[in-house]
């Protein structure tokens, strides 16, 4: 258990829909990120987050957003989805201090879009 | 053009064999780490490396920074089934405040 929690496990929803992802970092961490994982294929960084504020971007779409709550939980919104969004989403945190960026990932969100 | 190269992508050998993933790269890394991940569940980290040179050791996997930290490897000794999973490197590029993933190896470790 590392400590990092999303919510839900599994989502499936139609195309043009709306979704929020929810997580909540270990305690004490300050950031959070959002990985993108399609089937068969590495993680790909969306965004994150360090204390409420956006700190780095990368590849996330004009329909996806995100936020960081004062409690340090974090969301991610999908709209207007479309079938290609279907992926494994994960969170992970991090203390951010020194150079080691070391993550620790919650357990992913499967979502499917039909 | 992915920052950090993983080779081999799959590997598929039998319980017992030795095996080595390679983590390639131009750019010159200020740590590099290594996760695995399970079907289905978050990758898990298992070492991070920041001297140049630097091996660790983690019951039979074996890690490796290159001199110029540029690369990496991970050695498993006498591979077990439980070994299976996804392979992720991940390094932070010298000057940058982020950390980027290799696409992974895919290891399949055969009774």
């Known amino acids: 258990d590392s400590g990092v929690t999303q919510t839900p496990k599994h989502l499936i929803t139609a195309t043009g829909q709306r979704v929020t992802l929810r997580c909540s970092p270990r305690s004490g961490d300050l950031s959070v990120y959002w990985y993108q994982q399609s089937l068969d294929q590495g993680l790909q960084f969306l965004i994150q987050?360090?204390?409420?504020?956006?700190?780095a971007k990368g590849n996330i779409l004009e329909r996806f957003s995100a936020q960081q709550f004062p409690d340090l939980h974090s969301e991610l919104n999908l709209s207007s989805l479309e079938l290609g969004d279907s992926a494994l989403y994960f969170c992970?945190?991090?203390?951010?201090?020194?150079?080691?960026?070391?993550?620790?990932f919650g357990p992913g969100t499967r979502l499917t879009v039909t | 053009t992915q920052l950090l190269e993983q080779s081999p992508q799959f590997l598929s050998i039998q319980e017992g064999e030795n095996l080595t993933v390679y983590c390639n790269s131009s750019?010159?890394?200020?740590?590099l780490q290594w996760y695995r991940q399970e079907p289905g569940e978050g990758p898990v980290l298992l070492v991070t490396?920041?001297?140049?040179?630097e091996v660790k050791k983690l019951k039979r996997l074996t890690f490796q920074f290159g001199d110029a930290r540029k690369d990496s490897s991970l050695h498993i000794t006498a591979a077990q089934p439980g070994d299976t999973g996804l392979y992720l490197c991940?390094?932070?590029?010298?000057?940058?405040?982020?950390?980027?993933f290799g696409q992974g190896t895919r290891l399949t470790i055969n009774p």
């Open positions: 991940a390094g932070v590029v010298r000057g940058a405040q982020k950390l980027v």
């Open positions: 987050y360090y204390n409420g504020e956006e700190r």
């Open positions: 750019s010159v890394f200020s740590s």
């Open positions: 992970a945190s991090s203390v951010t201090s020194g150079s080691s960026y070391e993550q620790y």
């Open positions: 490396v920041v001297t140049g040179g």
